[in-house]
DNA sequence: TATGAATGAGTCTTCATTCAT
DNA sequence: AATGAATGAAGACTCATTCAT
């Protein structure tokens, strides 16, 4: 009958965030599928309507959960090597692990969003081009470069794209068993492989 | 009260390889997403309800869409190269166009198995099929290096994953259109990657 | 591509009997429940459409169909008594045997009826009254008392009412499980009933 | 773009209850053939969905509607005869009469179970009733026995059985109106049949 | 007369979005 | 800002009926 504050400032924390966080929380766990904007709402405890007073439409709370959940997930899987320091091969190893780690955990989230493009497109508006693995990877290289680790005219984008997709590839061989890999490369063969070709 | 003939037959074609066709071209053109079976019938020129005169589900006509529409751009993508003839970085140039075009084939039948696991049964030929070309790759990799064309002890293997993962992350990037990398490396880059690697 | 006589004259039997005594067995065998046009057909051997040369609709098939399974079911039960040979008991006995196990055998046919009110009154439309148990057992004890074998001023028609009505009960206590009567009382109770009545 | 308070307030009425009493109105003037959700909604003056803001099926708001129908008209059937008071015919005659209404208002239960087995399992307080009746008939006849108002060795179970198949048959000619008696006898000839019986 | 592919209105159900309170 | 009941346009699927052959 009369305006509730209830649940949305029991912590001080705003209604957006609230929405924004219990959204993450259902991409974690169950993906994007069949997430209804009722059932945000319910696992939130506020009302149906409430979302369109903080997001224009559902896709944009969806895009903004997703956003939050790589950011998080991200956040968690620990440091990325300093370009100088150990052994570029040791180095490269630590990328590949992080980024195989961050693909398999934000995987089930995007797959379902696959018939949703929407999403995506919001997802990308708000996304700033900066700070996620695959930008820190070419940037680790491109120093490397630089201080004379890797070869100067050595194609480091090339590289850097050969190893995200591998890591795509290793998601996509858990959402379809059947095209996976059936004898898959160790981390070790991968990381010789980019460094040194296969060339004579 | 209406056509009995209808659009069927105007070119000799029976409904059922028509409604294939059409939802193969939306498939083309669109993605399987927004696919609804009233749209189906409407750009076949048919009645809502002959679907279901020729397949038992929406899911069995668009496997059967997703198949024709890989087996005709197969059919399209031409020879693989011949281990020891050529230059090796050509092969290599020439099977990644091949593979970034299978998977450019495959990307919908992905899209489609976010609501519609079912789909994924009936397509099992599919993953065949791509593993078809990782297989092909693989082997062909493993006779230039018999043939002293590649560096013997030399990563092949992983190679092989690397590039079969980058067309799968090239796939993704037009599915997921603001996710992929900005400025993708040309195939030259990752050819020269693959074979001469990044160390110094 | 060409009429076809077929399955219909195979054995000399009319299209027309073919579609009543298929729809009767299926009648038989599953009620009228979920019988649609197409099964029958496919059933009978024959196309689709075949049903409308000789029915205006399939309303008018299934109750031609279910007046042919009463009529049948009803005279394989055998024979009623004769008026005024053996016992009055025995033969209440016998008629209501036979009302019981007619009721048992055509109740699965009406009950699913319940939903398509326009079979029955096609039903109605076609059946003449006659020949069918409660009519004969009216005419059984209207002979009986006008040979003096039941009181003159009985009341027969309730009597026929009551035990036509037991059969009723007895069917949907089968129907309706829990609205049966827990313990049911004899046959042979039941003619005693209808023969002396409870009055002191 | 559309009201919000709509019919379900204009008299102070809950949306749930404009519902149940639509469909209540609908199962008395015409069963529950027929009776469409959009069907319903329309009636009720509402949107097609609201149902399902209310009711977890259809099934569940026909289940509901079909109890209140029976309570409501229940609640009108009135007393009962006490056993020793007034005539034995007199009394039958209520409980006839009683009988005959409780199961008239049952009928549509009836109909509705042949496509929507579901909601049987929700209406199983009416089977409570129903047989309520039956046993409150059957106490009254061993009363009146036992008090020497009926014959002491008097089938009286035999005869409440007969009654009560004589209520439920009668419904059944309301259902299938083409199948039950042309002629139905009177509740006078009924009474008299199941007290004094047809025996000289 | 028989065929059977085509029709399309109709079924229940879901869910993003709106708006009076 | 928050509420949450109401909205109504989809969604996939069914099936009695028609009609060119």
């Keep these: 009958m009369s305006p509730r504050k209830a649940a949305a ?9 609230l929405l924004v966080e219990t959204a993450q929380k259902m991409i974690a766990t169950h993906g994007t599928t069949g ?8 696992m939130a405890g506020v009302a149906d309507g409430v979302l369109y007073n903080h997001f224009s439409d559902k896709e ?23 370009p100088g320091e150990g052994t570029v091969a040791g180095n490269l190893h630590r990328h590949l692990e992080f980024g195989l780690a961050l693909h398999k955990v934000i995987a089930p989230a995007f797959r379902s969003l696959a018939t949703q493009p929407g999403v995506l497109e919001r997802f990308g508006e708000i996304s ?5 693995w ?7 290289l491109k120093e490397e470069r630089a201080l004379g680790r890797l070869r100067q005219e050595s ?3 090339a590289a850097a794209a050969l190893l995200v997709g591998y890591c795509h590839a290793s998601v996509m061989a858990e959402v379809f068993p059947h095209t996976g890999p059936l004898d898959p490369p160790s981390a070790d063969a ?11």
Tied chains: 1, 2, 3, 4.
């Design 9 to 17: 400032q029991r912590d001080g924390q705003s209604l957006h965030d």
């Design 134 to 140: 695959r930008d820190r990877l070419v940037t680790y």
């Design 190 to 200: 991968i990381v010789e492989a980019v460094l040194h070709g296969i060339a004579p």
């Design 35 to 42: 997430m209804t904007v009722r059932e945000i709402a319910r």
């Design 128 to 132: 700033e081009r900066s700070g996620y």
């Design 60 to 82: 944009e709370l969806v895009a903004r959960a997703l956003l939050e959940h790589v950011r998080t997930t991200e956040a968690e899987l620990g440091e990325l090597p300093v």
């Design 155 to 157: 194609e480091v984008d």
